[in-house]
């Protein structure tokens, strides 16, 4: 504790209130925005319930999911597509015997890590995939 034991100037003092006051904003600001987006998620209340039922999505997951994907599955055939889309399905870029480099489509950095850790998660627990049970919960 002898580090805490100490002289502190004026100007840190100052530093110290601007940081304290930054954050306290901050914070304020983050309350705004979720507030905000429990306003946006209001209609979709029942969807949000069903996506939070699976391991791995919590209420920011599923915003961003519905977000992203929206909440009808029809415009996805089969769990297949939406991967795809998803920008998260392996692809096999072979040709004689060799693997070659394929780009990954672009998506949201936000969006795709969501649905990675969300997947993991899932796998770990069912043997059904992230993305058929979105297609699944559609009825």
């Given amino acids: 504790m002898d580090a805490l034991d100490g002289f502190m100037t004026e ?10 006051e930054t954050i306290d904003f901050l914070e304020k600001q983050l309350e705004q925005v979720e507030y905000w987006i429990d306003e946006c998620l209001a209609p979709y209340q029942e969807y949000v319930e069903i ?12 915003a961003t999911v519905i977000a992203e994907i929206g909440t009808d599955m029809s415009v996805f055939p089969h769990s297949g597509h939406l991967t795809s889309w998803a920008g998260v399905c392996p692809g096999n870029n072979e040709s004689a015997g060799k693997q ?9 950095p936000i969006f795709k890590k969501d649905i990675g850790s969300s997947s993991t998660c899932h796998c770990k627990r069912e043997t059904k995939s992230f993305a058929s049970f979105l297609l699944e919960s559609r009825s």
């Fill in 11 to 20: 100007h840190s003092r100052q530093l110290l209130k601007i940081h304290l």
């Fill in 51 to 62: 996506l939070e039922e699976m391991p791995g999505i919590n209420r920011v997951a599923s």
């Fill in 100 to 108: 070659k480099k394929s780009k990954d489509k672009k998506r949201e």
